[in-house]
DNA sequence: CTTGACTCTAACGTCGATGTCAGGCTTTAG
DNA sequence: CTAAAGCCTGACATCGACGTTAGAGTCAAG
């Protein structure tokens, strides 16, 4: 298919499909006019582009990644050690994205507490002093203290 | 605490610091001579920023969900309706935020088969002509079509 | 063959998040 | 008191991920 087509089966623009492109994430083949040609494949790789650039996963990583997801094993050098270098870059993106998640996941929990909170017909004594309710503070508590420099 | 030292403590540099002021999610008293003074638990709430918004997550809403999170209920009004109303904006919030959440939960899931596949040794056959490593496809069906446009 | 929709490249513009630099106060150590 | 270190504001610079526009070629339908 044709670029055009990409993008309305995507939601992708034109102009960021020529971008993925630029960034060799995307490597369509061309006709003798110079129109890029797309591959059924090439929808579901989209997706999966974007899917980890709105991570705010470093392009290069997604670059690195993207390489294996769709050329499949043909990527992967033989040599143990070169597999053993790339494998850790991965892993070291993998275990940021983790971290972050899971801070993330306090922050919601956080919120969650928080909404119930306004929505909830509090609660008791409700002092004229009082900063603030026990529930946000117990979900403070638990929350913890959402990580260090993340990036 | 002085901006020097938040920032040491945070490793958000001082330029953040002041851009995190200019955006709302930062309110530092200051000195008579001008300088800015952060409390405790602005260390906390630096971390909280930070880690919002290296998910990419939109200023806004790390804004209004800061307001809240680290204001407690101080922010919230007595009158019902009002209330009723932040609630629902707060739960707007905390819904992005959670789809948020899934959409790199996504890219790791897959970011961790692609590791295992890239280190494991694989795997039977290995045929010349096999495309890809299995691991990796059963990730895919897996991992689901990554979500449309995320922002 | 002509028209209109589609595509191409190339270039500039934008926006958020941040770096950096300049010029001038303030605070602290000696 | 003085120098060094820290802080202030304001402005311009950068980088990634796009949007937009301009000018020209291509393709399908009438």
């Known amino acids: ?12 623009s ?3 499909l020529r971008y993925y492109e630029e960034q060799g994430l995307l490597t ?10 797309y591959q059924e494949a090439d929808v579901d790789r989209v997706a999966r582009i974007r899917c980890m650039l709105s991570a705010a996963l470093p392009s290069g990583v997604v670059g690195q990644a993207l390489k294996f997801l769709l050329d499949g094993r043909a990527a992967i050098p033989d040599e143990p050690a070169d597999r053993a270098r790339i494998a850790d870059t991965l892993q070291g993106e993998l275990d940021l994205l983790t971290a972050k998640i899971e801070s993330l996941r306090h922050s919601a929990d956080l919120l969650a507490t928080i909404v119930a909170d306004v929505r909830g017909d509090v609660v008791g004594p409700g002092h004229p002093g009082d900063p603030g309710g026990a529930v946000v503070r117990r979900a403070v508590r638990k929350a913890g203290p959402a990580l260090g420099p993340t990036r």
Do not use: C, N, Q, W
């Open 14 to 16: 034109v102009r960021m």
């Open 1 to 12: 298919m044709r670029i055009g087509e990409l993008s309305a089966r995507t939601g992708a």
């Open 28 to 37: 369509p083949v061309r006709t003798d006019s110079g129109y890029r040609i």
